[in-house]
């Protein structure tokens, strides 16, 4: 394995890609008790039209069919997975989001064999007409459930607000009507091309051996027959215009009204160094504006018209990307009014260097504490693999960054045409 030594964070990564493709990272956490795998194909909500591994013409798959085809893996011939892992003495789970779909495990004993497991079941799918059926069900619940959340409802209303036909705009999940054209061979036809180990990535974080384990994953993957890899024709083009709508209400029976204001990302193409400078900007500058210590959310807090519940974030991927901000609040206008008049405040002045100084030292300090947790860790390095970017170089970036960067992104990201707001509040509330 090669190894990555990353000296300012005192961390060694070993990194190493099989001949099927896969490839493998171990970073090995001497004294830590818990060890954490996750094994995630980049695949995801989004990829909805891709030409097939084998055939020559794209095809269109229906809504939601990452999701079911995670549900649908932990079955097998001889039962459920999750009890497998379970009298392993392991916690097992899985997720997909727009653009992946991960398998992980924790454990603090039978890694050697909880990893086997992971490997194996991932890799051996087993679908019927009957058991495909039956999910349906399950699934139709899951979507009933979340469309009656509010909070839901809110962040996916901000949305599809921006978007007018990126793929990023279809709840996860699909829809009851989408997830109702699924077949066996849909799932067999997406599992074939997403789930060759050449788009995938194994991450291995613990109190390992890394020659030990390196040597049981080479073994595992060597057992198994795949196709020559090949690069993924996917058909899902960026989507980097003005939002498609600017605002939108949602009547929802809610106590407290919800407003999320949502800026779209006007150049989602950005990948490796570009992407990581750009992002943590992003980040820092949005701390700045509107974090518990700024100026903006101590005068929103005080007259009443935000709570515990107000909260920022961005996203960044290839093809789509957007910030959003917002929460429950009694005065929905009044809030959407001041998050725009703080963005407007912010690009009237220069930044002070100490201001953007004390923003980026706080991030690093947030950053460095996450790397306690080897779920984050892990969960947070596969994203950024995916993106060409190197989890343990968010320090270095983060020293890099100065007041100009931060004043860059606030008028690159920030403009008007690319705003939207989502509200979700009570018919009879005025």
């Not at 030594?5 to 818990?34: A, M, R, S």
């Not at 997909?96 to 495990?105: E, G, I, N, P």
């Not at 990948?271 to 101590?298: H, I, R, T, W």
């Amino acid at each position: 394995m090669k190894p990555l030594k990353f000296k300012q964070l005192e961390e060694t990564l070993y990194y190493e890609q099989l001949d099927n493709g896969l490839d493998v990272y171990i970073l090995p956490k001497p004294g830590f008790h818990k060890t954490f795998a996750t094994f995630t194909t980049k695949y995801g909500s989004i990829d909805n039209h891709f030409v097939p591994l084998g055939q020559t013409e794209p095809v269109k798959v229906p809504d939601g069919i990452a999701h079911f085809l995670e549900h649908k893996m932990f079955e097998s011939e001889e039962g459920d997975v999750f009890h497998t892992f379970g009298k392993q003495g392991a916690q097992a789970n899985a997720f997909t989001s727009f653009t992946r779909t991960a398998y992980l495990f924790s454990s603090t004993s039978n890694v050697n064999q909880n990893v086997e497991t992971l490997l194996d079941f991932v890799q051996h799918p087993y679908f019927t007409d009957e058991t495909v059926e039956k999910e349906k069900g399950i699934i139709g619940q899951e979507i009933t459930m979340y469309d009656d959340d509010p909070d839901w409802r809110a962040y996916f209303g901000t949305i599809e607000n921006m978007y007018s036909s990126h793929p990023v705009k279809i709840d996860i999940a699909g829809t009851i009507p989408s997830i109702s054209k699924i077949t066996k061979e849909d799932l067999y036809t997406c599992y074939e091309t997403f789930y060759h180990p050449s788009n995938m990535l194994l991450f291995i974080v613990g109190s390992v051996d890394v020659n030990e384990m390196m040597q049981l994953v080479r073994a595992n993957q060597s057992k198994k027959e795949f196709a020559d890899p090949k690069p993924i024709e996917r058909h899902v083009k960026p989507e980097g215009t003005p939002v498609d709508r600017a605002e939108h209400v949602v009547a929802m029976p809610v106590h407290t009204p919800k407003v999320f204001v949502g800026f779209k990302e006007s150049n989602p193409t950005r990948q490796g160094e570009e992407l990581l400078k750009y992002e943590l900007s992003l980040n820092v500058l949005l701390d700045l504006m509107f974090g518990p210590s700024s100026e903006a959310y101590e005068a929103m807090y005080e007259a009443g018209i935000i709570n515990e519940t107000f909260a920022f974030d961005y996203t960044a991927e290839y093809g789509f990307g957007f910030s959003i901000i917002g929460g429950d609040s009694t005065k929905p206008e009044e809030l959407k009014e001041k998050i725009i008049e703080t963005i407007a405040a912010f690009k009237q002045r220069p930044l002070a260097k100490e201001e953007a100084d004390r923003a980026i030292k706080k991030k690093i300090g947030a950053f460095l504490r996450s790397l306690n947790s080897p779920e984050n860790i892990a969960n947070e390095f596969t994203r950024y693999a995916f993106n060409g970017m190197n989890l343990f170089d968010v320090v270095p970036v983060l020293e890099s960054l100065e007041a100009s960067d931060l004043e860059t992104v606030l008028h690159h990201h920030f403009k008007s045409e690319y705003r939207t707001v989502a509200t979700v509040k009570d018919e009879d509330m005025s």
